[in-house]
């Protein structure tokens, strides 16, 4: 299913470097989240945006910024990237809110920082 | 923090029996949601319960809400080797109604 897509797969990086992930979607929802996955932690919230001019922190926000170029476009950057933020990235998307949010997600981002 | 604990956090099973993974959380939900993901991938909806509801049932899952214990659980009826995944809660509360998930229950299922 290619609703939810994310570029790059897979990136190995070294410390100090900028990185930007990005995610596309077409299944024309108003909102987007972006998640990181540590093993044995489950799912944490980056950022999520519900619509283009509006952009929230998340749980875990610190060392990252995020931009929503349109609708369908939705950035996560790393400013200057650090190994504890060694993960695999998720972008997910929903519909307008409302009601039970549930969550169409992409296919992941592993990231590597040595 | 996690809203929701899955429990067990592994499951090994054979081939047509059944799995049951539970899930609790800690304040009163709207809704609790539970997601699958295979090995690296990205989460797929399984089934919705709200809050106001008991249970649920969709093909071979049925779920069950228990909202005095702050509890879920989720059954897979006949697993199959496809089964194999790690599966997630995920409760909302409140007015945003994003979803919190859990760290998920491994579950493997031998042919």
């Known amino acids: 299913d290619a609703d939810v897509t994310q570029t790059p797969r897979n990136r190995i990086t070294k410390t100090g470097k900028r990185i930007m992930l990005e995610c596309s979607q077409t299944?024309?929802?108003?909102?987007m989240y972006w998640y990181r996955q540590d093993p044995g932690l489950g799912l944490r919230l980056i950022y999520y945006s519900f619509d283009v001019k509006d952009i929230n922190k998340g749980e875990i926000s610190d060392g990252y910024s995020v931009s929503r170029q349109a609708q369908a476009k939705f950035s996560l950057s790393l400013e200057s990237a650090i190994p504890n933020q060694t993960a695999l990235y998720f972008c997910?998307?929903?519909?307008?809110?409302?009601?039970?949010?549930?969550?169409?997600f992409g296919p992941g981002t592993r990231l590597t920082v040595l | 923090s996690q809203q929701g604990e899955e429990d067990p956090q592994a499951l090994s099973i054979q081939e047509g029996e059944n799995a049951t993974m539970n899930c609790s959380y800690k304040t009163s939900i709207n809704n609790l949601q539970w997601y699958r993901q295979n090995s690296g991938r990205g989460l797929v909806h399984l089934i919705l319960i709200r809050s106001n509801e008991r249970e649920k049932h969709s093909g071979r899952l049925r779920v069950t809400l228990d909202t005095s214990k702050k509890s879920s659980s989720l059954l897979i009826t006949a697993s199959r080797a496809a089964d194999t995944a790690s599966y997630f809660c995920?409760?909302?509360?409140?007015?945003?109604?994003?979803?919190?998930f859990g760290r998920g229950t491994s579950l493997i299922v031998h042919p």
């Open positions: 997910a998307t929903s519909a307008e809110g409302g009601g039970p949010d549930t969550q169409y």
């Open positions: 995920a409760t909302d509360f409140g007015g945003s109604y994003i979803p919190t």
């Open positions: 299944k024309g929802h108003d909102r």
